[in-house]
């Protein structure tokens, strides 16, 4: 699903980001990106969403070289990617169903479809029942579902997440990325980078370690599911 090639990331500034990259995640894994502040983790998932482009190396997502395209092509590579963010990124004059829904209508969906699409998400994520709340009354963890929602509605193959509990406490942590666990669980291959250590270890999945925007570990569980 992903394979990075000898990738390095270097701003105008001169700060490489990451430096001779190389790992694969398969269709349907589930891993986590880790490190220190600065390591990379950020910059690795705008890459594999083309948010930012590599200065060397090869970038492959779901069988096509990002390398190769061109921007008119972006916006089809995206509609394969789910994407969460720690701030949410909500649109608070808009309703919860409205959120969750703007993906499907940029992509053309038809209304009754649409209706169907947003309450199956809003439902995986515990929150049917809020479908016509306001972002701005909810709590940051039912935030945190709805961009979640959002990210799943287009039923993509891959999802990635940046830091997605870094402002919740233990107990709301551990029910997000359960939720990721889920849909792993039915074939989606999903992608997160977090600094979270021991909510890592109970995942049980695999675990790339970066330092200084490069890899020093690797480390794949012996019971990763």
């Given at each position: 699903m992903i394979a990075f090639d000898q990738v390095c990331k270097r701003y105008p500034s001169g700060h490489e980001a990451l430096s001779e990259l190389s790992f694969e995640l398969a269709a349907g894994e589930m891993a986590f990106v880790t490190g220190h502040s600065g390591a990379g983790k950020s910059t690795l998932?705008?890459?594999v969403a083309l948010l930012e482009r590599p200065s060397r190396g090869q970038i492959t997502v779901g069988g096509q070289n990002l390398n190769r395209t061109q921007r008119r092509g972006i916006p089809g590579v995206r509609r394969g990617i789910g994407m969460v963010f720690q701030e949410h990124r909500l649109l608070l004059d808009r309703s919860v169903f409205d959120n969750v829904a703007l993906p499907l209508v940029i992509a053309g969906v038809a209304r009754d479809e649409i209706g169907k699409r947003v309450r199956a998400a809003l439902d995986k994520v515990g929150l049917l029942a809020r479908e016509q709340a306001q972002p701005a009354v909810l709590s940051t963890g039912e935030q945190q579902r709805i961009g979640i929602?959002?990210?799943i509605v287009t039923k993509p193959p891959l999802l990635i997440a940046d830091e997605p509990t870094g402002n919740l406490d233990p107990q709301l942590s551990a029910e997000?990325?359960?939720l990721f666990g889920q849909f792993q669980q039915v074939g989606t291959?999903?992608?997160i980078a977090s600094h979270d250590l021991a909510?890592?270890?109970?995942m049980g999945?695999?675990?790339l370690v970066l330092d200084h925007g490069k890899l020093i570990d690797d480390f794949r569980p012996q019971a990763s599911a």
């Open positions: 998932l705008k890459l929602a959002r990210a997000i990325m359960a291959t999903v992608l909510l890592i270890k109970r999945k695999r675990v």
